[in-house]
C-alpha cells in the first residue's frame, strides 16, 4: 500500500477497520434481533463505514441517510443544520446512527435532540473512531465505538479535510502543513 503523501502516518489500517466492523456488527446483530432497527448514516463521512458494517449485520434492517453541517475545515462551527433529512418516518422505531467520527459530539448531540422529538422509540449510535479529549457535550454516548484516538485531525475511510481523501482506504493523521498552509 502506497501511504498518500498529504499523510503523516497511517493510524488504523484497513484490516483493522475491517476487522473492526465485523467486531461491531456482531454486537449489534445481537442487541437488535427480532427488531428492524432503521440504520440512519450520516453525510457524507459514514459512507465507507456504513457500507462495510452493514454487510456483516445480520438481523433486518433498514437504512436511510442524513446530511448535517457543523465544520468548516478542521473546526467545528458549533452550529448545526440539516442539509438533507431522511425520507423514512422514525416514529416508535428504534434508530440507530452510523458516524464516522465524534469530536465534540456537538453534531450528535443536535441531531439525537431533533429525532427524540420525532418520537423515535430508541436511538443509539454507532462511530467508527471517537476523539474523547474534544468532547463539549456530555449527552452523547455512543453505544459501539470502533476505536478511540487522541485529539488528532485524521483523514481517510470517508473522513475528509475540504471534501478531500475520503476515498483513502485506512485512517491517516493529516500533515499539519497541508491545513496550515
Ligand atoms: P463533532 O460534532 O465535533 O462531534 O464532529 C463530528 C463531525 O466532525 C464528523 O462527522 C466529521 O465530519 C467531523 N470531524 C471531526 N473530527 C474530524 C477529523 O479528525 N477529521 C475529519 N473530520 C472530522
Redesign the pocket.
Known amino acids: 500500500m502506497t501511504l498518500h503523501p498529504d499523510v503523516e502516518k497511517v493510524l488504523i489500517s484497513q484490516e483493522e477497520i475491517e476487522s473492526k466492523c465485523k467486531e461491531l456488527a456482531k454486537k449489534i446483530s445481537e442487541d437488535y434481533a427480532g427488531k428492524i432497527p432503521i440504520v440512519i448514516g450520516?453525510l457524507k463521512?459514514a459512507v465507507p463505514f456504513m457500507a462495510e458494517l452493514m454487510k456483516h449485520i445480520t438481523c433486518s434492517i433498514q437504512i436511510d441517510f442524513l446530511d448535517v453541517s457543523?465544520?468548516d475545515g478542521v473546526k467545528?462551527t458549533g452550529k448545526v443544520h440539516i442539509r438533507r433529512d431522511i425520507v423514512t418516518d422514525v416514529l416508535n422505531r428504534d434508530v440507530l446512527f452510523v458516524?464516522?467520527?465524534?469530536?465534540?459530539?456537538?453534531?450528535?448531540s443536535e441531531v439525537m435532540k431533533e429525532f427524540k422529538s420525532r418520537g423515535a422509540r430508541s436511538i443509539e449510535v454507532v462511530t467508527l473512531v471517537d476523539?474523547p479529549e474534544?468532547r463539549t457535550v456530555s449527552d452523547v454516548t455512543p453505544k459501539y465505538i470502533g476505536y478511540y484516538i487522541p485529539n488528532k485531525?485524521?483523514?481517510g475511510f470517508g473522513?475528509?479535510?475540504n471534501e478531500i481523501y475520503r476515498n483513502l482506504p485506512y485512517i491517516g493523521i493529516l500533515k499539519r502543513s497541508v491545513y496550515e498552509k
Not at 467520527?101 to 450528535?108: A, H
Open positions: 450520516l463521512g457543523s465544520y467545528s458516524e464516522d467520527i465524534i469530536d465534540t459530539g456537538l453534531t450528535l476523539k474534544g485531525f485524521v483523514v473522513l475528509d479535510y
